[in-house]
Nanobody, 121 residues
């Protein structure tokens, strides 16, 4: 059974910080490209950050560069999104996503259920 379970969301004031966690079961994340997406009401789902399957190379959306940091811990089969200097426009449902590095490994993309982040005073 494949599961991606996000945690760490909630309500935070502008300028505050949160760390999102995505704990994965059913496969080893070292073989997958991991990403964080977010979706605000009435808006398209957007890519926030990605970390490659074979290195620690990360890419970030321009809107979060310098504020968010994505990381992985293979021993815990988890990925994280450290979010600092949060702004109201960061308010969204955040999703963890896994893409196989090889289709021979799996033909499927997996998504977490999503977790709410609300930035408000």
């Amino acid at each position: 059974q494949v599961q991606l379970v996000e945690s760490g969301g909630g309500l935070v004031q502008p300028g505050g910080s949160l760390r999102l966690s995505c704990v994965v079961s059913g496969f080893t994340i070292s073989n997958y490209i991991m990403s964080w997406y977010r979706q605000a009401p009435g808006k398209e789902r957007e890519l926030v950050a990605t970390i490659t399957s074979t290195s620690i190379l990360t890419n970030y959306a321009d809107s979060v560069k310098g504020r968010f940091t994505m990381s992985r811990d293979n021993a815990k089969n988890s990925v994280y999104l450290q979010m600092n200097s949060l702004r109201p426009e960061d308010t969204a449902t955040y999703f963890c996503k896994a893409d196989p590095a090889s289709l021979a490994l799996s033909p499927l993309t997996y998504w977490g259920q999503g977790i709410q982040v609300t930035v408000s005073s």
